[in-house]
């Protein structure tokens, strides 16, 4: 799909969007929830565009995002905020010129460097104008890291609907602790990290959707979905109201037709899962079992309880 892009239009902050394009659907997540095989499913409806992680809500303008002073440039080491903004990159440059070859990305980058007092959220609208009348999905686990960055969210697109994904504690934090190596060398800060990640980000998602009118909102047990696709996934369209017969159904179980699922035709493209980016395949899980949390880990008796308890209340 190749657009024209806009010269013009005065900016907006975290006041509710006003456009032509139909309410996004966000994916609210912990990391290692699912999310980005859940993402690339729902993108194989035809009324669905799916967006890599374009960490709309995690800065507050394109300066925070690509400025060297930035918000990004304060929290992560330079060759891992150039692996952040490959999705925001892939999208742009999927939008502007239909590909994502390196040159394209790199014009991708260097429209968002000419724009650096753009509220992120303008970047998204206008991304959702080009995909119109498509409903654009996204998902990026920094939404729902603060309070302040979910709060953005539904400031910004009050009238969207919220998919809460979830996944076993124990092993969302195994996963989190093998993802997290590379960046978090020390162990205790990676185990005690990964297990406050799954809890606040829980609470908060539960806490924010809890003042929602219950139609724009649905919670889904990420193995479900990825164990029984067909059923979960008819479920989720039927509440977005969308069309779920077979032939659509057949259409969206094949997550490598995404057109993000790899790693660009250069190879190191992201914005999303790097595992399910190598290999992107539909595969089931084991069931996960009681909640039962590692020794090993040395986690805090009073963490481990609030933790039990959070995980009954989603079904764990």
Known sequence: MTATVPAGGAPHGTEPVVAGHPDPL??????RSFSTITLALLAGHPRIFGFPEMLVFANETVRDLVGEDGTEAERFPPEYRRTRLSGVCRAIAQLHEGEQT?????????WLRERPDWPMPRILDH????????VGVEKSPDTVATDDSLDRCLRSYPKARYLHLTRHPVTTQRSMHNQNQQYLTHRKVRVVGAASSWYLSHRRIMRTLGELPQRQWMRV?????????????????????LESDEAVIDRMVHPESWLFANNGPAGGLFGGDHKFFSAPDLRPVPDPGPVTFDPEWDLPEEMCRRMAVLADELGY
């Open 127 to 134: 991304l959702l104008d080009l995909v119109s009348p498509q």
């Open 102 to 110: 390196a040159e394209a990305v790199a014009r991708a980058e260097e």
């Open 221 to 241: 047990r990420g193995e479900d979905l990825v164990n029984e696709p067909r059923v979960w996934l008819r479920r989720i369209l039927d509440w977005l109201e």
């Open 26 to 31: 966000f994916i609210l997540s912990p990391p």
